[in-house]
């Protein structure tokens, strides 16, 4: 028998990421034309697992318009955040990866499909140029910037989902 998870506990979930999303964006790394926010990385793994692809896909959404309201993130922010929780929430609810590692494939959502989109889509609309990183230039250095985000962001969203799956808060949103 499947669970069906309160709508305004998934309402709540949302408005505690996002809260937790803004007040973590002045952390933030200044790479080339981003503002590598591994925070962002570790709220959509949160929650991809917790509440699912869309919800996650929505928080991020939230952070960015609110980080780049007041002046903290960039339009970077919605092609590096998006994509992440989505291939996280995806894999996890819809391909019954019920497994945390399912924590590093947000690295695919936002280093390769965000930051491809993002060099694709973005920069030309913009107009902003995409500097070499170690003598790599083009869409594989906005991959590495990408990646400098997500990386630490990926490694920390880990560890936190192993801590609350510990202590049982993963049960409360358990949707099976």
Known sequence: MVKKIPLTRMIAMTIGLTGLGVVLSP???????????????????????????????????????????????????????????????????YLKIKRDIVAFSENIGTTVIGATLAYYLLVPAIGVSVPPVMGISGVWALWIMFEVSCGPGAIIGYIVIKTLRKIGITEYFASS
Do not use: C, D, E
């Not at 503002?35 to 962002?40: E, I, L, N, R």
């Not at 970077?76 to 894999?91: D, E, H, K, S, T």
């Open 27 to 93: 952390f933030f790394i200044p790479v080339g034309p981003i503002k590598a926010y591994p925070f962002q990385h570790m709220i959509n793994i949160i929650a991809g697992i917790l509440l699912g692809p869309f919800w996650a896909a929505s928080i991020a959404t939230l952070v960015g318009i609110i980080r780049n309201m007041l002046g903290l993130g960039t339009l970077f922010a919605f092609p590096g955040g998006i994509p992440g929780g989505l291939i996280v929430g995806i894999l996890y609810h």
